[in-house]
């Protein structure tokens, strides 16, 4: 179950660091809105799996899974760049991922 709280605490980071974006400077009141609760269930997910998982590993899978998804959404939804490197640094951060979880 801390795993699950972990992954969904990393999606909702990908939700609040995506939505900075359709906030405008914080000047649009409903993705403002959206951002800010993204923001709470992300920190109130992790705080959770933290109870059970080490807070180092927690702490770096999260920022990992919303490093990830932001960079991939960014790709996605406002055309940032794919370059060999941009990519090659993606999948570090994976394998990285994958190695906290499995050694944890």
Same mark, same amino acid.
């Given at each position: 179950m801390p795993w699950i709280l972990l992954t969904l605490a990393g999606l909702f980071e990908i939700g609040w660091a995506i939505g900075l974006k359709y906030t405008d400077?914080?000047?649009?009141f409903v993705p403002t809105a959206l951002t800010a609760a993204s923001m709470l269930v992300s920190i109130v997910l992790l705080g959770l799996a933290v109870k +059970? !998982?080490?807070? &180092?590993? #927690?702490? #770096? /899978?999260? +920022?990992g899974i919303g490093t990830v998804g932001t960079v991939i959404l960014g790709i996605v939804l406002f055309a940032e760049p794919v370059t060999a490197m941009r990519l090659g640094c /993606? #999948? !570090? /951060? /994976?394998? &990285?991922i994958l190695g906290l979880k499995f050694v944890a």
């Open positions: 400077g914080f000047t649009r +059970t !998982l080490p807070m &180092g590993t #927690a702490y #770096a /899978i999260w +920022t /993606i #999948a !570090l /951060i /994976i394998t &990285g």
